[in-house]
């Protein structure tokens, strides 16, 4: 959950200054993490594989941890669509606006602390908010 938290705390600072493509791949980046960090608590049986493709670890969450009910679905819906916002980010050109940037980071921040409640693990002081 650290490197999630620093990742979060980065896609704040690259949104605030404009950096709105940064800013979604860090909050997808964040999303990443905080899914490996639930699949960790869980004792979920993902191949160790698996869980470190983009996809693998998508799939692992899905199944493992959103199937089974430990996590809403939406929250399993906005890690794929800010997988998609950070493809186009970083691999596209198409340049990500301010209001898609800012949507990613809240679906950051909302994943994260949902991970973090659900499983009861320590978000670092300096993320919170």
Same mark, same amino acid.
């Given at each position: 959950?650290?490197?999630?938290?620093?990742?979060?705390?980065?896609?704040?600072?690259?949104?605030?200054?404009?950096?709105?493509?940064?800013?979604?791949?860090?909050?997808?980046?964040?999303?990443?993490? !905080? &899914?490996? $960090?639930?699949? /960790?608590? @869980?004792?979920?049986?993902? *191949?160790? %594989?698996?869980? #470190? +493709?983009?996809?693998?670890?998508? !799939? &692992?969450? $899905?199944?493992? /941890?959103? @199937?089974?009910?430990?996590? *809403?679905? %939406?929250?399993? #819906? +906005?890690?794929?669509?800010?997988?998609?916002?950070?493809?186009?980010?970083?691999?596209?050109?198409?340049?990500?606006?301010?209001?898609?940037?800012?949507?990613?980071?809240?679906?950051?921040?909302?994943?994260?602390?949902?991970?973090?409640?659900?499983?009861?693990?320590?978000?670092?002081?300096?993320?919170?908010?």
């Amino acid at each position: 959950m650290r490197k999630a938290s620093r990742s979060l705390s980065a896609a704040r600072l690259l949104l605030e200054n404009g950096f709105t493509d940064e800013a979604a791949s860090r909050a997808y980046y964040a999303m990443f993490d !905080a &899914a490996r $960090a639930a699949l /960790i608590a @869980a004792n979920a049986p993902a *191949e160790a %594989e698996s869980a #470190r +493709t983009h996809s693998g670890l998508i !799939a &692992a969450f $899905a199944r493992f /941890i959103i @199937a089974p009910g430990l996590l *809403e679905r %939406e929250i399993g #819906r +906005t890690l794929g669509q800010a997988q998609y916002v950070r493809l186009i980010a970083d691999y596209q050109g198409d340049p990500i606006g301010a209001a898609e940037a800012s949507r990613a980071v809240e679906w950051a921040e909302t994943f994260i602390k949902a991970v973090a409640e659900r499983f009861q693990l320590n978000i670092p002081q300096s993320t919170r908010r």
